[in-house]
C-alpha cells in the first residue's frame, strides 16, 4: 500500500505532503511528550516492534501469508495522537530503510498509513465501546476497529492514485479494497486477540492512553476521516457508471488537473508552472518551519 | 541473522558519502521533484535524468546488482498499474514506469551513501519534528533486537508443533506471541528509560564526528542546481 513516485502528480502528493505535516506536528503538540519523559522509548520501541510484528507472519492458502500492519492495535493502546506519531515514524523508516513508498509521496503514504488508520480505528474502537476491561466487546470492537480501518486506509490509496490520475477509480478500488477486505480480517483479528491477550496479561499497560485526551475537535476530525472515503466508497458502489468522482472533479476547480485528462495538463508548456508551484510549496513549509523556530528561540531566550 | 540489510553500503568513502546529510537531502529531493515534473511529450528528458542518475550511480560505488534487486519492491503497482492499459495507453502506462523506476533509484542512491545517524541529523535540521526524528532513531536501534526476538519466539513455535492447526488456532497462537511480543518491548523501553535517565539523558543525543559542510557540499549542490536550470531552459 506505499505509493512510490511517480504514481502521484506533484499538486496531489505536495499537498497530501502538507496535510500530513500539518497532522504530524498537530499530534505531537498535543501528545504533550516531554523529551525525558517515557513515552519517548515507549514510542521508538513500539515502532520497532511493528516492524519485528510484520516478520511474524503465518500462512493463509497457497503461497499467501498474513500478517499484522498494527495502526489500529497502536492508536488504541497509545491514543491516537502517540500512535499515529509513531506509525508515522514506522512509516519514514520504511521509506528510508526499505525504499517502501517514494520521499515526494511521503505525505500521502504517512495519510494513508498513519493519520487515516490511527484516527478512523481510535474513533471506531470507542463507538463500539471497547474498553481496556476485556471480554466479548473489547474483542469484537477490535476486530470491526482493525478491518475498518485497513479498508478505509486502503481506499484512500485508491481514491489518491485516481485522483492523480494514475489509476482509475474502479480499478483502483476494486483491487485496493477487495484484496485489503480479506487481508483487513487477519489484520482485525490479530488486533482482537493481540487487545483480549493484553487485557488478561498486563491490563495496566492498556491504561497508557492517557497521553493526549481525545477532544470533541478530535472526535469530529477523526469522523471525517471515517465519513469522507466512506461516503466515496457508497456513491461508488451504488451509482458504479459513470465515475462518480469525474462529476467531483468537474464540480470543483481545485481539482480540474486529473479531471481534465493529465495528457493536457502535463504538457511542457505546464513544466515550469509545476516546478515553481512545487518551489512555492517548499517555501511555504520552509518558512513556517523557520518562524517556528524563530518564536521559539525568543520564548525560550532571556 | 544478517544484521546489515539496511545500510549495507552507507560506510563507503566516495565521493556522494563523503556529502554533509543535509545538501543530499536537499539535492537527491529536487532529483526527484525535477524527474517528477517531466511533462508527458518531453520523453527525451527522462534519458537526460537518466544520464544523471546513472553517473551518480558511478559515483556512489555501490553495486549496481543491490540496486536493481532494491529497486524490485516496485513490483506490486507496476501490476496494479498495469491493469490501468486500457485506460491510458501503453505509452502512458511506460512513462509511469520509467518515472517511478527514476525517483526509486535516486532514494536507493540517497540512503544507501548516508549513515543512519548522519540522516537523521540532516532530517532534524531540516526541520522535522524532534519527536519524529527521535523516534526513528529509537526505531533503527532496537529494530534488530526486537526482529531478533520476533526469529525466536517463531521458531520456538515451528519446532513445537508438527503440521498446521487449523486456522482459528494458528490466529490464537500468532495474536498470543503478538501481545507477549508488545509486552516485552514495554519492558525493554522502561528499562531503556531508567538506563538513559541514570547517564545523564536530556533529550538529546550527541553525533560523533559529524560530516560538516565543505567545498564538496559547495560543488555538488552547484552542479545540481545547474543540471535543474538546464533541463528547465532546455526543455
Redesign the interface.
Given at each position: 500500500m506505499h505509493?512510490?513516485?511517480?504514481?502521484l502528480?506533484?499538486r496531489v502528493?505536495v499537498s497530501l505532503d502538507v496535510v500530513s505535516g500539518a497532522n504530524?506536528?498537530y499530534a505531537?503538540r498535543r501528545?504533550r511528550?516531554?523529551?525525558?519523559s517515557?513515552m519517548?522509548?515507549?514510542?521508538?520501541?513500539?515502532?520497532?516492534?511493528v516492524?519485528?510484528?510484520q516478520?511474524?507472519n503465518?500462512?493463509i492458502l497457497g503461497g499467501t501469508s498474513g500478517h499484522?500492519v498494527g495502526g489500529c492495535l497502536l492508536s488504541v493502546?497509545l491514543g491516537p495522537m502517540a500512535g499515529s506519531?509513531?506509525m508515522?515514524?514506522?512509516v519514514?523508516?520504511q521509506?528510508?530503510?526499505?525504499?517502501?513508498g517514494?520521499?515526494?509521496a511521503l505525505g500521502a503514504n504517512i495519510f494513508n498509513i498513519s493519520v487515516v488508520t490511527c484516527f478512523s480505528g481510535y474513533a471506531i474502537f470507542k463507538l463500539l465501546g471497547g474498553s481496556a476491561e476485556g471480554g466479548r466487546r473489547l474483542l469484537i470492537a477490535g476486530f470491526v476497529a482493525g478491518w475498518f480501518s485497513l479498508i478505509i486506509s486502503s481506499s484512500c490509496c485508491a481514491l489518491e492514485m485516481a485522483l492523480a490520475g494514475?489509476?482509475?477509480l474502479r480499478?483502483?478500488l476494486a483491487?485496493?479494497s477487495g484484496y485489503h477486505a480479506l487481508v483487513g480480517i487477519?489484520e482485525g483479528?490479530?488486533t482482537?486477540?493481540?487487545l483480549?491477550?493484553?487485557s488478561k496479561?498486563?491490563p495496566d499497560?492498556m491504561k497508557i492512553d492517557g497521553v493526549g485526551r481525545f477532544g470533541v475537535w478530535d472526535w469530529i476530525g477523526a469522523v471525517l476521516f471515517v465519513a469522507l472515503p466512506a461516503a466515496v466508497l457508497a456513491k461508488a458502489g451504488s451509482s458504479g457508471l459513470p465515475d462518480p468522482l469525474e462529476k467531483l472533479l468537474a464540480g470543483s476547480p481545485l481539482l480540474v488537473e486529473a479531471g481534465a485528462g493529465?495528457?493536457k495538463l502535463?504538457?511542457?508548456a505546464?513544466?515550469?508552472d509545476?516546478?515553481l508551484r512545487?518551489g512555492v510549496f517548499v517555501l511555504l513549509?520552509?518558512s513556517g518551519?523557520?518562524a517556528k523556530?524563530l518564536a521559539r528561540r525568543k520564548r525560550s531566550g532571556p | 541473522m544478517r544484521h546489515n540489510f539496511i545500510d549495507r553500503y552507507a560506510a563507503l568513502e566516495s565521493p556522494l558519502h563523503i556529502l554533509e546529510p543535509r545538501s543530499k537531502l536537499l539535492a537527491f529531493t529536487a532529483l526527484i521533484v525535477g524527474v517528477l515534473s517531466i511533462p508527458v511529450d518531453r520523453g527525451s528528458l527522462f534519458f537526460v535524468y537518466f544520464f544523471a542518475t546513472a553517473v551518480l550511480m558511478g559515483i556512489s560505488q555501490i553495486p549496481l546488482p543491490y540496486i536493481m534487486g532494491r529497486s524490485l519492491v516496485i513490483l506490486p503497482f507496476i501490476v496494479l498499474a498495469s491493469l490501468a492499459v486500457p485506460w491510458k495507453g501503453f505509452y502512458g502506462i511506460g512513462i509511469l514506469f520509467v518515472r517511478a523506476i527514476l525517483c526509486l533509484i535516486l532514494l536507493i542512491l540517497l540512503t544507501n551513501t548516508t549513515r543512519f545517524v548522519e540522516l537523521m541529523r540532516g532530517l532534524r535540521k531540516l526541520g522535522c519534528p524532534q519527536i519524529l526524528v527521535m523516534n526513528l532513531g529509537f526505531l533503527y536501534r532496537y529494530l534488530f533486537v526486537l526482529t531478533e526476538e520476533a526469529m525466536r519466539m517463531k521458531q520456538a513455535r515451528d519446532c513445537r508443533r508438527v503440521g498446521r492447526a487449523p486456522f482459528g488456532e494458528e490466529l490464537k497462537i500468532l495474536s498470543s506471541m503478538l501481545g507477549t511480543l508488545l509486552i516485552r518491548s514495554f519492558e525493554r523501553a522502561e528499562r531503556m528509560h531508567s538506563a538513559m535517565l541514570s547517564r545523564g539523558y536530556s533529550g538529546h543525543f550527541p553525533v560523533l564526528s559529524p560530516r560538516r559542510f565543505s567545498w564538496h557540499d559547495l560543488v555538488f549542490l552547484s552542479g545540481i542546481t545547474l543540471f535543474i536550470v538546464l533541463t528547465v531552459l532546455l526543455r
Open positions: 505509493i512510490p513516485d511517480g504514481f502528480t506533484n502528493a504530524i506536528l505531537a501528545a511528550v516531554d523529551f525525558s517515557r519517548v522509548p515507549i514510542m521508538g520501541v513500539l515502532g520497532a516492534f516492524f519485528a510484528a516478520m511474524l503465518f500462512p499484522l493502546i506519531l509513531t508515522a515514524t514506522v519514514l523508516a521509506a528510508l530503510f526499505l525504499q517502501d517514494g520521499l515526494v494514475a489509476i482509475p480499478v483502483g483491487t485496493m487477519v483479528m490479530l482482537a486477540g493481540v483480549g491477550f493484553l496479561v498486563r499497560l493529465s495528457q502535463s504538457s511542457s505546464r513544466y515550469g509545476y516546478l512545487a513549509i520552509g518551519v523557520l523556530r | -
